[in-house]
């Protein structure tokens, strides 16, 4: 581990403000991708999750040197409660059974112990972890992309334009050998009046891509909006 001099680890006025400052830095390129992605916390909320963890943990220390007593770690799990309570509001459920957020409350979650981190003066940790949680919300995520489209399993919101056509389509997703493992009406209000829209989750056949399974699905008589989820 990359060890400093003392004056970067002990509480003073230039090991306070280079680790605010790194928080800054740091959280801010988290912040920044979120945001680039038009995700509900972006570039400030995370600014100020790493900057508010990082003082939070540098006051828990000052109190323990100022009284020579208490403990360390206090103030640091209080905000990992807290950051929780502030992830959940960036997760949505919408009324086509797609929940967005998730990433962005973990990103959030994860800023906070990048400022905790910072905050204590574990510099080569926080760097560590910046640069890690940066590559997998930029990068990985076209990993991610690639292996759910290999994949038979897939999700689709469906509406249709009748109760007769909707029987007719399972009946005609059951012919070509799909597995179905959930159906339901979905709360989503349909474009048009008397129609019905549901959430389809299956296993495809063998043959059959994703792409190909949307296209095949689409023209079927009465269906008028369908996409993967």
Known sequence: MLTLPDVFYDVNL?????RLVLAVVLGGIIGLERGANRHPAGFR???LVCVGAALAMLTNEYICELYGSGDPARLGAQVITGVGFLGVGTILVTGRHRI???????????SACLGLALGI????G????????FLSLALLPKVENYFYRKSRAIDLYIEIDSAENFRRFIKHVRKIDAAFYETSHSQAIPAISGGIAFHLAMILPKHMSHEQAIEEFSEFEGVYLIEEI
């Open 14 to 18: 230039f090991s306070t403000s280079l």
């Open 45 to 47: 909320t995370h600014i």
């Open 100 to 110: 967005k957020g998730l990433t962005t409350a973990a990103g959030l979650w994860a």
């Open 121 to 124: 003066g574990f510099y080569s």
């Open 126 to 133: 926080a760097a560590i972890a910046a640069f890690v949680i």
